[in-house]
T-cell receptor, first 110, second 114 residues
Framework: QKEVEQNSGPLSVPEGAIASLNCTYS??????FFWYRQYSGKSPELIMF????GDKEDGRFTAQLNKASQYVSLLIRDSQPSDSATYLC??????????FGQGTILTVHP | DGGITQSPKYLFRKEGQNVTLSCEQN?????MYWYRQDPGQGLRLIYY???????QKGDIAEGYSVSREKKESFPLTVTSAQKNPTAFYLC?????????????FGDGTRLSIL
C-alpha cells in the first residue's frame, strides 16, 4: 500500500461546481496535512494545511481531516478555470519530513 | 522580497559530468530540502538539512551530494553516478522551530542529459 494515495484523475468539473479531492494515508503517526497546488511546469504552492480532525475553511477551499479513517480531503467551491492544476496531498511528521501523494489533475472547464 | 532562489532554471548535463544546482534562501529558515519530481509522480526526497554543517540522506540519495556550509545555501551536486538525472529538481525550506509548519518551494531547476 502506498503511504499516500490520492483519488485517480484526471478530475474534470464544470465552472462553478464543487471539486472534491480525496486522499488516504497509511501512517497513523502523521500529524500535519497539507494541500499543495502545482501548475504545469511550476513548483508546488501551499493552499491549505490542517492538523486537527474536522473541517477548516479558507475562502473557496475547505480541508477535511478524519484521523480515525486516515482520510483527508479538499473541497473547492465555485471552481474556476484558474483552479485547473495538479493537487498534491502531503503528510508531515513531527521531525519535519514530508510524504507526497502522486497528485490529482483537476480540470475546470468553462 | 523573502524567498527561495534556485538557479539555473534549465541545466544540461553531458555524460560523465557532475553538475551543481544552486539553492539560496533569505527566509532565515533552519531546514532545507531537495526533491526530485519525475513526470506523473510525486516528489521524492533526495537530501535534507536541519542545521548548518549537518545533512541527512533522503529516500533517493544515491548519485547525489550536498553541502550546508551556510544557513542560506544548500547546493545539490548531481554526480556522474546518477544514471538517470533527467527530472525537475525542487529546493524547499522550512522554519524549523515549529515542527508543523509547511515547506515552501523555489521555482525549480529542470535538468536534462545532452
Amino acid at each position: 500500500q502506498k503511504e499516500v494515495e490520492q483519488n485517480s484523475g484526471p478530475l474534470s468539473v464544470p465552472e462553478g461546481a464543487i471539486a472534491s479531492l480525496n486522499c488516504t494515508y497509511s501512517d497513523r503517526g502523521s500529524q500535519s496535512f497539507f494541500w499543495y497546488r502545482q501548475y504545469s511546469g511550476k513548483s508546488p504552492e501551499l493552499i491549505m494545511f490542517i492538523y486537527s480532525n474536522g473541517d477548516k475553511e479558507d475562502g473557496r477551499f475547505t480541508a477535511q481531516l478524519n484521523k480515525a479513517s486516515q482520510y483527508v480531503s479538499l473541497l473547492i467551491r465555485d471552481s474556476q478555470p484558474s483552479d485547473s492544476a495538479t493537487y498534491l496531498c502531503v503528510l508531515g511528521t513531527s521531525y519535519g519530513k514530508l510524504t507526497f501523494g502522486q497528485g490529482t489533475i483537476l480540470t475546470v472547464h468553462p | 522580497d523573502g524567498g527561495i532562489t534556485q538557479s539555473p532554471k534549465y541545466l544540461f548535463r553531458k555524460e560523465g559530468q557532475n553538475v551543481t544546482l544552486s539553492c539560496e534562501q533569505n527566509l532565515n529558515h533552519d531546514a532545507m530540502y531537495w526533491y526530485r519530481q519525475d513526470p506523473g509522480q510525486g516528489l521524492r526526497l533526495i537530501y535534507y538539512s536541519q542545521i548548518v554543517n549537518d545533512f541527512q540522506k533522503g529516500d533517493i540519495a544515491e548519485g547525489y551530494s550536498v553541502s550546508r556550509e551556510k544557513k542560506e545555501s544548500f547546493p545539490l551536486t548531481v554526480t556522474s553516478a546518477q544514471k538517470n538525472p533527467t527530472a525537475f529538481y525542487l529546493c524547499a525550506s522550512r522554519g524549523d522551530r515549529v515542527w508543523n509548519q509547511p515547506q515552501h518551494f523555489g521555482d525549480g531547476t529542470r535538468l536534462s542529459i545532452l
